[in-house]
DNA sequence: GGTAGGCTTTACATCGTTGCAAAGATGCGC
DNA sequence: GCGCATCTTTGCAACGATGTAAAGCCTACC
């Protein structure tokens, strides 16, 4: 029965008496202090396994200051998209040592306003953000006095590290891509109107740059306003824009969920893809992969993404003082049967 | 400058010097302590807000023995079905004031052993716990001296309190609908030889008991083995019961990834779904609305397996001594495209 | 044999908060 | 106006660990 009744009842305390030393020299051994000697080291190892020592960490952690846990906050699991992430993150931390709070925002400016100043910030050590509709206007409150890496390039500028990809030429790479099958009639579902630096103003961008590069006019009425980027309002924009008249040879979601939503429009519709449709999503969630038809996108380097952002804000937690970094990853067009020539 | 320039650098003793009482008045403010002079609550208060104090949440563990963290842990977030059940217990979890940290098995048993010995579990209150991989032979793993609430029927009979859905009745009702739309060889894929409480052995009983109810002659080479309930499983199940010549007029995936694999590897085959062939799935993620053709399947009822979990967790954390309770949550056969007349 | 210097171990204070029990203030009934 | 009950506030110890600095122990070398 090895002496305990109640959950956590075993303290250093205990095993020291066990072991017939001091409380600090269980501490040293357990800490893997260097100088001590194998005899008493393997004594109190002896005391602890036969007590079942664990550490009890929030003492460890008023006393250091530090916690190991990192938080994650994001708009919501049930996007694949940010699950995927979160599960990265997650190994991430893992391999690393630390264990990771996810905090869900609901895509709500508000909400994500008060993830910064949540009393649970008191609980991590440091913060991997991921904002949707923080602009920069909200960059006074990404001023915060914890480690924090924001993912995306929303927010320009500020005193924290930032992990993101090139959403401007990763949009304009895929783009191309549908021009090299030979569409014109390229639509773009799920734009933002009136954002300037958001991912869905970004990779507009590239749209534009791509049809320019190929000396493809411009129409506004192939860019098709959507909120949030679900699948429904995948399905909402491809129905508008193809019911609005305008001759589409193309669809580029600016993500996958939006493009998985046009390729159930578009089979609701019996509009064959990619035969009359070819459509190209952003992301390269799971899904695409076994979508019908499946679906071609651009791989954003979710894995590096999340190692990254876990090792910068390891290193700002450690108290690396090394300025603000900016870590573009790399992307790759991932072509499927959705754009198949 | 509201006096701080390190974090956490203020603490209940600068509040109450500044506010002129003791430490004990701060702390009793905090926690809404009943007898308190307005007055003097509102000059606390003032400090509070003044100085920006928070409370340091590692003291106030060690102090109360309490993290307000529950622990979650699953196979992965990648699969969409826990994805979404982590963003519901997160939900319900977050409206009782407490946080959730997910950790990953990967669905590997010494994985899952190890989530339940963990030196994590010294930093949560307790654990809601989605096994894939423990069978009855690990209920002693299961007898921990923390709150633990299982999900799923795979283990049965022990000290802890228990959360699952009718898996046996489940698959008859899917099973049966097939039968309603006229099938009658209908394969099952994904099933685990050998196992018998798991979520796998209980749903094929569920697919046996309705073909016998319908007296369809039950034929073992329509039941298909595959390891983890992966799209990539579905897909191979698929291909595997095809090429092998049987006959089969329906698929039914024990969960929807499988199913949709199923689909996948129907799609490219050129098999017509459902006129040649009809698909089920099970789990009713998001996916299955938006699959095309739009995916059966049966809800599981997660908002309120999700909450059932937080709740019976949090009551047993409050000290709760009733008897350990076992809630199966109810479920609903969801007909679409793939299962159409 | 003595001593400097390195290796081990230790005592003690401390991290920030809350439970306890008691002290001080207030109000009520007679 | 007094005494008792109730409301408010307080001081102190404790939660379990670790940093500091010093004490004890050895070894090696003169």
């Known amino acids: 029965m090895n002496g305990s009744g109640v959950r956590g009842t075993v303290t250093m305390h205990d095993v020291a008496a066990r072991a017939g030393v001091s409380i600090k020299t269980v501490s040293n051994v357990v800490n893997d202090y260097p100088h001590i000697r194998p005899a008493t080291r393997a004594k109190v190892q002896a005391a602890i396994d036969e ?7 929030s003492a460890r952690s008023l006393r250091q200051g530090r916690t190991g846990i990192i ?7 049930s996007l694949p998209y940010f699950a995927e992430l979160a599960d990265s993150v997650i190994r991430a931390a893992e391999a690393r040592g630390v264990v990771v709070l996810i905090e869900q925002t609901s895509a709500d400016r508000q909400h994500e306003l008060d993830v ?13 953000f ?35 990809m090139n959403n401007v030429d990763a949009a304009r790479a895929a783009t191309q891509h549908l021009i090299d099958q030979g569409r014109r009639r390229i639509a773009v579902i799920g734009a933002h109107a009136g954002e300037t630096m958001g991912s869905a103003a970004l990779r507009v961008l590239g749209y534009q ?16 306003e959507g909120g949030l980027w679900h699948r429904a309002t995948g399905t909402d924009c491809t129905n508008r824009v193809l019911d609005s008249g305008v001759k589409v ?15 159930h429009a578009l089979h609701a519709r019996e509009v064959s893809v990619p035969d009359e449709i070819a459509v190209i999503g952003f992301d390269d969630i799971e899904d695409a992969a076994y979508a019908t038809p499946t679906l ?8 590096e993404i999340a190692t990254m952002a876990v090792d910068l804000l390891l290193a700002r937690i450690a108290g690396e003082e090394t300025p603000y970094r900016r870590v573009i990853t790399d992307f790759e067009v991932v072509p499927r049967e959705s754009t198949a020539a």
């Open 296 to 303: 071609s996108s651009i791989s954003p380097g979710r894995e």
């Open 51 to 57: 007590l079942g020592y664990r550490m009890n960490l």
């Open 209 to 224: 740059a791509a049809l320019a590069a190929n000396g493809i006019p411009f129409d506004p009425d192939l860019v098709v």
């Open 130 to 164: 991921s904002p949707l509709e923080l602009g920069p206007d909200d960059a006074d409150a990404l001023k915060v006095d914890y480690p924090l890496v924001v993912l995306g390039e929303r927010i320009f500028g500020g005193d924290w590290d930032h992990v993101t």
């Open 71 to 77: 938080g994650l906050a994001l708009p919501e699991l």
């Open 249 to 263: 040879d193309a669809i580029f979601g600016l993500n996958d969920a939006l493009a998985l939503g046009a390729l």
């Open 116 to 128: 910064l100043t949540s009393d649970r910030r008191q609980l991590t050590d440091g913060l991997i």
